[in-house]
């Protein structure tokens, strides 16, 4: 499975946007699908993640309530839904797919390239 992010760009504080993660090849079953980012000067931190076969999801503090993570399975895509953006979401993000529903970007085997999301104050 080879992944391909989009959706990035410049929004202003408040604004929404929505990324896009594009998967090519077969997804099992018991994939689970994530959202990471990471600024500059900082680690890569988890986002969100979504079963590929459910439609549990699960959440990082920071963006809970303000993000939605979803798929659309006849599409073999992953989406991020973002509202009410602020400065401190501005980050790369990347799509990832592993075989265990935690955040730890480490159990996360394939990655996409990444998408740049710069929010403006």
């Known amino acids: 499975v080879q992944l391909q992010a989009s959706g990035g760009g410049l929004v202003q504080a408040g604004g929404s946007l929505r990324l896009s993660c594009a998967a090519s090849?077969?997804?099992?079953?018991?994939?689970?699908m994530a959202w990471f980012r990471q600024a500059i000067g900082k680690e890569r931190e988890f986002v969100a993640l979504?079963?590929?076969?459910?439609?549990?999801?699960y959440y990082a503090d920071s963006v809970k309530g303000r993000f939605t993570i979803s798929k659309e399975n006849r599409k073999n895509t992953l989406y991020l839904q973002m509202s009410s953006l602020k400065p401190e979401d501005t980050a790369v993000y990347y799509c990832?797919?592993?075989?265990?529903?935690?955040?730890?970007?480490?159990?996360?085997?394939?990655w996409g390239q990444g998408t740049l999301v710069t929010v403006s104050s």
């Open positions: 990832a797919a592993g075989s265990r529903y935690n955040s730890d970007q480490y159990d996360y085997n394939i």
């Open positions: 090849g077969r997804i099992y079953s018991s994939t689970v």
């Open positions: 979504i079963r590929w076969n459910r439609d549990s999801t």
